[in-house]
């Protein structure tokens, strides 16, 4: 599909013709010296002022305009074509929503995926049917409103109805909860996607103000979706200091990844303050060994003092390593200056305050060499027994519990039963007995995590229902979502009793399987309804 022509570039057309008036006035006034006698009048100090405050707005000016130019001539080109490349639209007002679309843009390129950039008024309903996947940043004007340069494409596309069911898609939308139709516009884009059959790769995630913490998550679904964890943080990272007060390993003989359950406190003592559904996200460090080979191999000094006084290799532990060409010809401390820290690692919380510690589950992955993941190698292998974690906290209010008493049905697999075992904890603690746990692992023997408790808050009467699948367990592999769609009848009960639906857990496979026999078994509309209304929720990853 050709492009359409760029937009008229109206600041650099409005400087143009304001210098153009400027030039007229100023021949206007000379043309009116030369036919008086000139004389020299001091115009006063005010005067000068004036003067000198007009010739600096005019540089300013010129300055502006030469510096948007500059920045338009840097800025990375994502003109993917085809149904593979990703399309990233953004519907902007003040820059901000444009400037988020370009680091997704990047970060999906970078990581050798192709991506079309579009302004979303050169969205139409071509480009969507065209495009395999979508990623839209959009803000809210107003009351709801969509910003002015979406405004055509409200009216055009939102307004009739697509067949969009190949359209797998997420939206970031920006907003002010001060206004009462908080990310009204990112709500209704998401709402009419949903209705046109597209498949939401993740839930929405909605800005407040710019919060730093939601921009992380985006910023982490990106990297997931692009295949790469190992991007920067868009925005320095502030941690905390923790202490890993425990970790025992919960499925010895899997055949899986080794699973740990792991136990920390913070090491100021400060209230621990959170809510089921929260995330942590860690700061992963290199092993004090692979540090070591690096600088061998470098021919480097590890107690050479960088930054703050700080020994290059403590140093080199919690940032990205440089290419070796990147060391040539500059000392320790300028190219140490230029290093990256490590990004960060999400993880669902799995207990709440009243536990005394922040609890995670964290499965061991591996390369195909054999050498631990960053993160959760650092968190099960690396870090020793009362060993100091940079952690900090992330309001994930998305997936907070429910308010009121209505029924809820928990539906997870692998390290997802953490965050649902939050909330079951925070459900007992509030008196809710009517919840439905669907949950799948490889095999019951080595991969019922927490299965003590679990089995306990069922005898007790906390889970009313309980719906295990171990895939491994028998000859067909069975699949929590299968699980699902045998429960149809029972969740369309649940659902009409005012129940709602939590998902927690792999990001490829089963949520979209899930989704799927959700649909099959409420029906899209009323799945759709449910999403609209907040009790249907999604923490994948």
């Given amino acids: 599909m050709s492009e359409s022509p760029s937009?008229?570039?109206?600041?650099?057309?409005?400087?143009?013709?304001?210098?153009?008036?400027?030039?007229?006035?100023?021949?206007?006034?000379?043309?009116?010296?030369?036919?008086?006698?000139?004389?020299?009048?001091?115009?006063?100090?005010?005067?000068?002022?004036?003067?000198?405050?007009?010739?600096?707005?005019?540089?300013?000016?010129?300055?502006?305009?030469?510096?948007?130019?500059?920045?338009?001539?840097?800025?990375?080109a994502f003109a993917a074509t085809g149904s593979d490349a990703i399309l990233v639209a953004y519907a902007s007002q003040t820059g901000m929503a444009e400037d988020l679309a370009r680091r997704t843009a990047a970060a999906l390129s970078e990581a050798g995926g192709g991506v079309r950039l579009l302004a979303i008024n050169r969205v139409d309903a071509q480009v969507l049917r065209d495009s395999s996947q979508a990623l839209f940043v959009v803000s809210t004007y107003g009351e709801g409103d969509p910003p002015d340069m979406a405004a055509g494409f409200a009216r055009r596309v939102l307004g009739k109805d697509q067949a969009l069911a190949s359209l797998r898609y997420a939206v970031l939308a920006l907003g002010d909860s001060s206004y009462a139709q908080f990310c009204g516009f990112g709500r209704r884009l998401d709402a009419w996607l949903r209705h046109q059959g597209a498949q939401s790769l993740f839930d929405r995630i909605e800005v407040d103000n710019a919060e730093p913490g939601a921009l992380r998550h985006w910023q982490h679904q990106v990297g997931v979706l692009a295949g790469r964890s190992d991007q920067a943080d868009w925005?320095?990272?502030?941690?905390?200091?923790?202490?890993?007060?425990?970790?025992?390993?919960?499925?010895?003989?899997?055949?899986?990844?080794a699973c740990f359950h792991l136990a920390l406190v913070p090491e100021d003592g400060t209230e621990l303050?959170?809510?089921?559904?929260?995330?942590?996200?860690?700061?992963?460090?290199h092993s004090a060994e692979a540090v070591r080979q690096w600088l061998q191999?470098?021919?480097?000094?590890?107690?050479?003092?960088?930054?703050?006084?700080?020994?290059?290799?403590?140093?080199?532990?919690?940032?990205?390593?440089?290419?070796?060409?990147?060391?040539?010809?500059?000392?320790?401390?300028?190219?140490?200056?230029?290093?990256?820290?490590?990004?960060?690692?999400?993880?669902?919380?799995a207990s709440i305050p009243a536990d005394g510690r922040l609890e995670l589950l964290v499965r061991q992955w591996r390369s195909e060499d054999g050498s631990l993941?960053?993160?959760?190698?650092?968190?099960?292998?690396?870090?020793?027994?009362?060993?100091?974690?940079?952690?900090?906290?992330?309001?994930?209010?998305?997936?907070?519990?429910?308010?009121?008493?209505?029924?809820?049905?928990?539906?997870?697999?692998?390290?997802?039963?953490?965050?649902?075992?939050?909330?079951?904890?925070?459900?007992?603690?509030?008196?809710?007995?009517?919840?439905?746990?669907?949950?799948?692992?490889?095999?019951?023997?080595s991969d019922?995590?927490?299965?003590?408790?679990?089995?306990?808050?069922?005898?007790?009467?906390?889970?009313?229902?309980?719906?295990?699948?171990?895939?491994?367990?028998?000859?067909?592999?069975?699949?929590?979502?299968?699980?699902?769609?045998?429960?149809?009848?029972?969740?369309?009960?649940?659902?009409?009793?005012?129940?709602?639906?939590?998902?927690?857990?792999?990001?490829?496979?089963?949520?979209?399987?899930?989704?799927?026999?959700?649909?099959?078994?409420?029906?899209?509309?009323v799945l759709e309804q449910l999403a609209e209304q907040g009790r249907y929720r999604r923490d994948v990853y």
């Avoid at 000016?61 to 338009?72: A, D, G, L, N, S």
Wanted: aromatic share 8%; proline share 5%.
């Fill in 7 to 76: 937009p008229p570039d109206w600041p650099a057309r409005l400087g143009n013709a304001g210098v153009l008036l400027l030039l007229a006035a100023l021949a206007w006034l000379a043309a009116g010296l030369q036919s008086r006698e000139l004389a020299w009048t001091d115009p006063g100090l005010q005067r000068w002022l004036a003067a000198a405050a007009a010739v600096v707005a005019y540089v300013a000016f010129c300055t502006m305009i030469h510096w948007r130019q500059r920045r338009r001539q840097r800025a990375p």
């Fill in 235 to 257: 925005s320095t990272p502030h941690y905390a200091r923790w202490r890993l007060q425990a970790r025992a390993q919960l499925n010895p003989g899997s055949a899986g990844g």
């Fill in 273 to 285: 303050a959170w809510q089921a559904g929260d995330v942590a996200e860690i700061g992963p460090r």
């Fill in 297 to 349: 191999r470098q021919g480097l000094d590890g107690n050479a003092v960088v930054a703050d006084g700080e020994p290059l290799a403590a140093f080199l532990a919690r940032h990205q390593w440089p290419q070796p060409a990147q060391l040539e010809g500059r000392s320790v401390a300028q190219w140490a200056a230029q290093l990256k820290p490590l990004p960060h690692r999400e993880y669902s919380i």
């Fill in 373 to 445: 993941g960053l993160g959760s190698g650092w968190l099960t292998a690396v870090a020793a027994d009362g060993a100091g974690i940079d952690l900090r906290l992330r309001t994930n209010s998305h997936f907070h519990m429910p308010a009121g008493p209505c029924p809820l049905i928990l539906i997870g697999n692998g390290t997802g039963l953490a965050g649902l075992r939050a909330l079951l904890k925070a459900r007992i603690a509030a008196g809710q007995r009517r919840n439905w746990l669907l949950f799948g692992e490889r095999n019951r023997r």
């Fill in 448 to 525: 019922y995590f927490f299965e003590a408790e679990i089995e306990g808050w069922r005898e007790s009467g906390w889970l009313e229902r309980v719906d295990l699948v171990f895939s491994r367990d028998q000859a067909e592999k069975i699949y929590v979502q299968q699980r699902v769609g045998e429960a149809a009848a029972a969740l369309a009960e649940w659902v009409a009793a005012g129940a709602c639906i939590y998902v927690c857990g792999s990001l490829q496979g089963m949520a979209p399987a899930v989704d799927a026999q959700l649909r099959a078994a409420l029906g899209a509309e």
